[in-house]
């Protein structure tokens, strides 16, 4: 009997052995273990309020997470393109976003290309502005020396993790012409990551990650290659190209991008081991803000400077006459007013013509508006100056930036002419030989619109050949408006 008794004595002791070990060690590993959640947006461009987007929605969405999160275990992260892009943000310089960011607490604020928009000036007073950490590792710029740092260290949560946020600026920065300043240096990001992963990593971070305004792929980068010669990187959050990344593996890293126009937030979840200090996996997700109610208290913050900017968006410029707009489209309407307009800021300067690149519109024009200040914004939405370019007597070289220009068409960009006449061949029809000739372009033509005219950009910056005018394009338009309301497109 004894003989039978003590082996299933045995077993069933052997049995609940195991499950007490294997209880306390699950105790320990939930002991050890925890959730840590960052939170990112990009591209906001000054959305605060919309019908299915903005920063009022997504400050609800965010108050939400923080409160299902572990406590102390949430970080923010924007990746730039912040306070530009809204009639709201022109009107306060981007004063409101910032103030809703930091009342949002976020942690980490990457400026990008489109911040600078304001000037380096403006774009300093909002960095003062922020509560967080500015994070730029590949930006040069005196002004901004003392206010934006290359990374920083987060300490999260229960088990005390050490996070390193490294940012990095758009390498494609605009001309000094789109601003009136000096754009800063913006040096290519593996060269910089080269010149402070070193000093990253010795100061033993657990978590690494890449907060950098730029997207997957851009001319000359893409991440591949760039997280192949860095594998201490954990997790990339990108922006720039308005593309929603909701989550996925990329040379052994995490890559997320949430989008654009505060219409989502990214939500990464790193389960991290507290004992061990090892990333045991990570998920992430872009959630939609559209079904979110606007953050209230922030809303009744807001509402005063929102009222005010209402009033001035509503405030008549003038009216204006477009001819034959049922028989020509939007761009080439728009186009001709610009082009007129900028020729007729730059009349002391004499211009022999003036030229207006933009893309492809899908506003709706009738034949006789009043246009208020935000139709005006709407209709030219970005910060251009005005430029007048000077060309020597023969027309060779201008007659190459017309191809380059007119080149352009097939894709969507049109370029609108106003002023001298071209031939067929695209040529300056009269041009005296030995008379220079000088031709009104925006900023943005003259920075090389993106790379798109690379042949005018490498002449417009030779020194003697650009004078940029104190003007802004959409005042230009205004002022013309005044005494000249009527439009006609002419081929």
């Keep these: 009997m004894s003989a039978i008794f003590i082996p299933i004595f045995n077993r069933v002791f052997l049995r609940g052995f195991c499950v007490v070990i294997l209880v306390a060690m699950s105790i320990t590993l939930r002991a050890t273990t925890e959730k840590l959640t960052i939170l990112n947006t990009a591209d906001i461009h000054g959305r605060i309020e919309g019908r299915h987007s903005g920063l009022l929605k997504l400050a609800t969405l965010i108050e939400q997470e923080r409160r299902t999160a572990a406590p102390d275990a949430v970080l923010l992260i924007d990746c730039g393109d912040t306070i530009e892009g809204t009639f709201s943000s022109w009107e306060t310089r981007g004063e409101t976003v910032i103030n809703l960011l930091n009342k949002l607490r976020c942690n980490v604020w990457v400026p990008g290309n489109h911040d600078f928009d304001f000037g380096v000036d403006i774009l300093a007073r909002r960095i003062q502005q922020f509560d967080g950490i500015v994070l730029a590792a590949n930006l040069h710029s005196p002004p901004l020396a003392d206010k934006v740092k290359k990374w920083q260290m987060f300490t999260l949560g229960r088990t005390k993790a050490k996070i390193a946020v490294i940012g990095m600026a758009c390498p494609q920065m605009y001309d000094p012409a789109i601003c009136g300043q000096p754009t800063p240096e913006v040096s290519a990001i593996d060269q910089a990551l080269r010149e402070i992963i070193g000093e990253v990593t010795q100061s033993r971070p657990d978590i690494i990650v890449l907060a950098m305004h730029i997207g997957k792929y851009a001319s000359g980068f893409n991440v591949y290659s760039l997280l192949a010669d860095f594998p201490e990187i954990d997790l990339v959050l990108c922006a720039h ?22 219409q989502e937030l990214g939500k990464i979840v790193i389960e991290f081991d507290g004992q061990n200090r090892r990333i045991i996996r990570i998920r992430s997700e872009l959630l939609p803000c559209d079904a979110m109610m606007e953050h209230p208290t922030l809303k009744a913050a807001v509402e005063p400077i929102m009222t005010k900017v209402r009033q001035l968006a509503a405030e008549r410029v003038g009216r204006v006459k477009f001819i034959d707009a049922d028989r020509h489209s939007p761009e080439l309407l728009l186009g001709t007013l610009a082009a007129d307009a900028m020729r007729h800021a730059a009349k002391k300067q004499k211009p022999d013509m003036a030229v207006y690149s933009s893309y ?54 049109y370029s609108i002419f106003s002023g001298k006449k071209l031939s067929r061949r695209n040529r300056i029809k009269p041009h005296e030989p030995d008379k220079p000739l000088t031709v009104v372009f925006s900023s943005y033509a003259i920075s090389g619109a993106g790379n798109k005219f690379p042949g005018l950009r490498d002449f417009s910056s030779k020194p003697g050949r650009t004078h940029m005018l104190d003007k802004r394009l959409r005042d230009a338009v205004a002022d013309y408006l005044r005494t000249n309301p009527t439009v006609k497109y002419r081929k």
């Design 241 to 262: 190209s308005h593309q929603q990344l909701p989550g996925e593996k990329v040379c052994g890293a995490w890559l997320v991008q949430s989008g654009k126009h505060a």
């Design 360 to 413: 492809q519109r899908h506003t709706k024009l009738r034949p006789k508006m009043t246009v208020s200040r935000l139709m005006l914004f709407n209709w030219f939405r970005f910060q251009d100056r005005i430029g007048v370019v000077t060309f020597p007597g023969n027309s060779y070289e201008f007659d190459n930036i017309i191809k380059e220009l007119t080149s352009r068409e097939k894709r969507g960009y």
